[in-house]
């Protein structure tokens, strides 16, 4: 039992720790107030500019992105449509903000397609033909039976309603009399139905009576000295006779307008005349004032200028004598260009033909716009032609827009449909957009407007549109204009339908590279996919990933119209930039230029590197201009895909990423098996393959990796299991057996994103005389073409040419990264070799190449000249976007001998005299992340607390012992 002292001790230190909490509690909850929450991110408002869009126009799909958390972070938005995904954008967002993400849509089929980006969902329509005008009300020709009437007789208001839209809709029409709301009427019309509406009205007061139906006004008076009814009187006007130009038996619509101007209602029998005949008579009965549209169809077979009369009307139409019109020619593939023009401009419409049978034909292609007839026109089709253009030009009329049709007549089911816009003459459209985002504020002519825009201006004027180097603070920043060029300033002079579009996002991680083209910058590629550091090969027996691989080399084929020299002074010289736009660091190692003269009767392309193989060739392979088709292509899901690798045309064929897989050690692969046909007498086998690789969304890269190691903690990893598995290439054996070829002669992953050609040597590596081949991608790598090659090697005649090279800044990064980076000025001598001296770089620095020609030996007769940029450069990511394994610091250092990257402790950079020199001389420039204060968690203020109580609780005791002890002392 405790002593009475002790007890006394007891209490004071209880209470004493409970004033500490009660005094700390608040505290705590007033600190994590200001601890920022993370982010979270919210999609909403997805917006389809263009539900409909004509086949080659682009649709600019946005949704709203906002982080509805307190901390900045990243956030990945994808755009599928039809289930495929399209295109992935960041955004970094500070919390609490909404930005306008914005993914333009282009190259669309004809057809209707779905939008998805997460759960918000839409659809567009892809059509040659004019969009469907909803349900539209027009009325007309608004009368009086009486201009003046007696008090108390009646008035009859009438008007003609017709639904111009292309679908059926319903209609409440409101009549007003001295604005005063007098009557209501609901109305039904099926589309381009026309009806007369009456409303009956008696005024029993005199004086002047306003009449407002719609946007329709007339009037009457109401007076004792009203003159008696006049008698029913009709007038006939607006005879249309449509379509003007027939052939023999095809109907002909005619209609005219009836008004009977006097006061009495009465029936009139409207007579259609043809050739002085009445061919057919129909009665119209109308109260006073009021109109009716009476139509006829009618039908001639003689050829020849036929009159049409009716009442004081009179016009003609004519059947023509056509050659008999094949039943077996199809259309396709109409245009109509200009899309924008003035009144009396020439618009021409053009289509394809095809002669789907083995004899000579004749299609009779009839063309309308606007709905009239404007030429029925026959072509002669060759037995089995096809892709034969028909074409016609066609004026402008006033401005509206119009709608187009051809229709084949051999079959009036095989109809096409296009549009063109009259605009007042003088002006033309302006359109800017932007991309990924909307809202880029910009300049235009000294006047701020963000984007979008659309205005009609005068044409003949330059206009000068100005953006700004980044947005909201340098986390959107500007690649370049649609044009390739990288100037912040854009001029242009309006004589046409312009669309310009600022680019804020371009490429998507490694350095871009730009090259001159002989009036600005045009965007080439991202350089260096497989020099990325963070490779992952397997998991061992302790749960570690084991990093393996990277190859830093790339080869790029520049496009001679994309490439023209420069000349300062006496020197000329060819222009390439590196521009580090992403948040990235590189390391550039070498770089040069490579000028390729081969026959001109071959192509030439070079090959790519295989990060798992340190092999590095710049051999350029020359290939036929004719070159094989395989004879089969089946994917993982046994679907024929050779289609899609026939022909470059950008339809690649499907494909999955592996990082998506249900299982960790049975992953989803890419499989390709392709039979190369019969190449048994081939000495050299060389496919020619266009295609790219979309690594998805980081945050599906390490939700595979979280798997990997919750998987090793329940013991379901076994060692040495593939993490993310390079893609591999197999053959068959004796047996009928894929086997892998060896790791040198290995396929590689294509550039991201981009596609672009590249050759793959397969001779010798066939191990029967079967030739066919898997290919086999963990990633998503997808193809466009894959065409087979087995020409001799042709002669070729190379030179190269090395850079005067210079870093410098093109605009501040907000960047965390950290480290010792290369002065800026002149780094031409650290790009010689590939020898682990390095130009290192950050976001916002930039690399000028220039390749002197002066002494570039002309091509010899009968060459061609290509022209190659290698390079050499690893790149390291941000450990939240990508990066894995490592921090984001310079350090440690990549080298060409690694066995991956983060390497091993048995590993180091080569800190030899030279590199050690280098290091000292050149890395001078160093870059440290802002200091953040970080906010007390509650495992820290418990902690914090405990311990502020213990130092009181044994103050307090020793306190009292001390005072018990001079108390027993008195």
């Known amino acids: 039992m405790l002593s009475k002292s002790a007890l006394t001790t007891l209490k004071v230190v209880l209470a004493i720790d409970l004033i500490i909490v009660a005094i700390a509690a608040p505290s705590y909850f007033y600190v994590d107030s200001l601890v920022p929450k993370s982010a979270i991110f919210e999609v909403t408002d997805l917006i389809i500019d263009q ?103 009646p008035t009859t208001v009438s008007a003609t309603a017709t639904n111009i839209g292309d679908e059926a809709g319903d209609f409440t029409l409101e009549l007003f009399v001295n604005n005063k709301k007098r009557e209501t009427k609901d109305l039904h019309l099926e589309s381009g139905e026309t009806k007369t509406v009456q409303f009956m009205v008696i005024e029993n007061a005199e004086g002047n009576y306003a009449v407002k139906l719609e946007n329709l ?222 809202g880029i504020p910009f300049v235009l002519d000294g006047v701020e407007y963000t984007t979008p825009y659309s205005e009609l201006l005068p044409t003949g004027v330059t206009y000068t549109l100005e953006v700004e180097p980044s947005y909201k603070t340098g986390r959107y920043l500007f690649v370049g204009w649609d044009d390739g060029s990288t100037s912040l300033t854009r001029t242009v002079t309006l004589t046409e339908r312009t669309s310009v579009t600022p680019d804020f996002s371009g490429g998507i991680s490694c350095p871009s590279m730009y090259t001159w083209n002989g009036t600005d910058y045009q965007y080439n590629a991202e350089i260096s996919n497989a020099g990325w550091l963070g490779y992952i090969g397997y998991m061992d027996e302790n749960g570690n990933m084991i990093f393996i691989g990277g190859n830093p080399w790339d080869s790029i084929k520049i496009n001679p119209d994309q490439f023209n020299p420069r000349t300062e002074g006496d020197d000329s010289y060819y222009d390439i ?39 590095f060739t710049d051999q350029i392979y020359t290939v036929s201009k004719n070159q094989l088709t395989p004879i089969s292509a089946i994917n993982e899901n046994g679907e024929d895909v050779l289609s899609h690798i026939s022909e470059v045309d950008g339809i690649f064929t499907p494909g999955t990423n592996g990082v998506t897989s249900p299982s960790l050690l049975n992953p989803l692969w890419n499989r390709l098996t392709i039979n190369l046909g019969d190449l048994s007498g081939a000495e050299q086998i060389k496919l020619i393959i266009n295609g790219m690789v979309d690594w998805g969304p980081a945050d599906d890269y390490y939700e595979w990796i979280d798997r990997f190691d919750a998987a090793f903690a329940e013991g379901l990893v076994p060692n040495g299991t593939q993490v993310t598995p390079p893609p591999y290439i197999e053959v068959l054996d004796e047996n009928g057996n ?71 800044q093109v605009f501040t990064s907000p960047s965390n990264v950290e480290g010792k980076f290369t002065r800026y000025g002149d780094v031409s001598d650290l790009l010689a070799d590939c020898d682990d001296i390095f130009v290192i770089g950050m976001q916002g620095d930039e690399v000028s190449l220039h390749f002197p020609i002066d002494n570039l030996a002309p091509p010899k007769e009968g060459t061609v000249r290509d022209y190659f940029f290698f390079v050499a450069c690893w790149f390291k990511d941000t450990p939240d976007n990508w990066g894995y394994g490592f921090e984001f610091k310079v350090d440690p250092l990549p080298f060409w001998d690694m066995s991956g990257f983060p390497y091993t402790d048995a590993e180091s950079y080569p800190y030899d005299d030279e590199h050690t020199n280098y290091l000292q001389e050149y890395n001078t420039r160093v870059m440290k992340p802002p200091v953040e204060l970080q906010m007390a968690s509650l495992s820290t203020w418990v902690s914090g607390v405990i311990l502020i109580m213990a130092i009181a609780d044994i103050g307090v005791v020793v306190y009292f012992r001390k005072r018990n002890r001079q108390r027993h002392r008195i």
């Open 217 to 438: 006004s007339t009037s009457f008076r109401i007076t004792s000295e009203a003159q008696p009814i006049r008698p029913a009187e009709f007038q006939v006007s607006n005879l249309m006779i449509n379509p003007p130009l027939v052939q023999g038996g095809e109907n002909v619509e005619i209609s005219v307008t009836v008004t009977n101007v006097g006061e009495e209602s009465g029936t009139y029998a409207v007579n259609l005349q043809i050739d002085g005949v009445i061919r057919e008579t129909r009665e119209v009965t109308l109260v006073g004032g009021a109109s009716e549209i009476a139509e006829f169809a009618v039908t001639e077979t003689g050829s020849g200028a036929h009159t049409v009369v009716i009442g004081t009307q009179s016009g003609s139409f004519t059947v023509e004598a056509l050659a008999p019109a094949s039943e077996d020619i199809e259309v396709h593939h109409m245009t109509v260009r200009p899309y924008e023009v003035w009144e009396g401009d020439t618009v021409t419409i053009s289509a394809k033909a095809d002669n789907l049978v083995n004899e000579p034909g004749t299609l009779q292609a009839r063309f309308l716009v606007g709905g009239e007839v404007i030429a029925t026109q026959g072509f002669e089709l060759a037995a089995g032609a096809g892709n034969v253009t028909i074409q016609i030009t066609v004026e402008a009329g006033p401005p509206s827009g119009y709608r187009v049709q051809l229709v084949n007549l051999g079959n009036e089911e095989n109809t096409l449909s296009g549009y063109f816009k009259v605009v007042p003459t003088g002006v033309h459209s302006l359109i800017v957009g932007s991309y990924p985002v909307l």
């Open 51 to 153: 539900p409909w869009v004509q086949v080659g126009e682009p649709v600019q799909i946005s949704v709203n992105v906002t982080n509805v958390g307190e901390k900045s972070g990243e956030h990945l938005v994808t755009l599928n449509i039809d289930e495929e995904p399209i295109a992935t954008e960041t955004v970094l967002l500070s919390g609490k903000e909404t930005v306008i993400l914005v993914f333009t849509a282009t190259e669309l089929i004809e057809g209707n397609h779905t939008v998805a980006i997460e759960d918000l969902t839409g659809s567009i329509q892809v059509s040659s033909e004019e969009p469907t005008i909803p349900a539209q009300l027009r009325l007309s020709n608004l009368g009086v039976s009486r201009v003046e009437a007696g008090v108390g007789e």
């Open 577 to 615: 930039i590196l521009t580090q736009r992403w948040d990235e660091i590189f390391y550039l190692d070498a770089a040069y230029l490579v000028v390729a003269d081969h026959p001109a009767d071959v192509d030439a392309y070079s090959t790519m590197v295989h990060y798992i193989n340190p092999a």
């Open 738 to 808: 894929w086997v892998r070829v060896p790791e040198d002669r290995q396929m590689p992953i294509p550039a991201d994103y981009v596609a672009r050609p590249f050759v793959v040597d397969l001779t010798d590596i066939f191990l029967t005389n079967n030739y066919s081949i898997r290919i086999n991608n963990f990633w998503k790598v997808t193809f466009d073409y894959i065409g087979v090659d087995i020409s001799q090697q042709a002669e070729i005649t190379t030179q190269r040419i090395d850079p005067v090279a210079d870093l410098y």
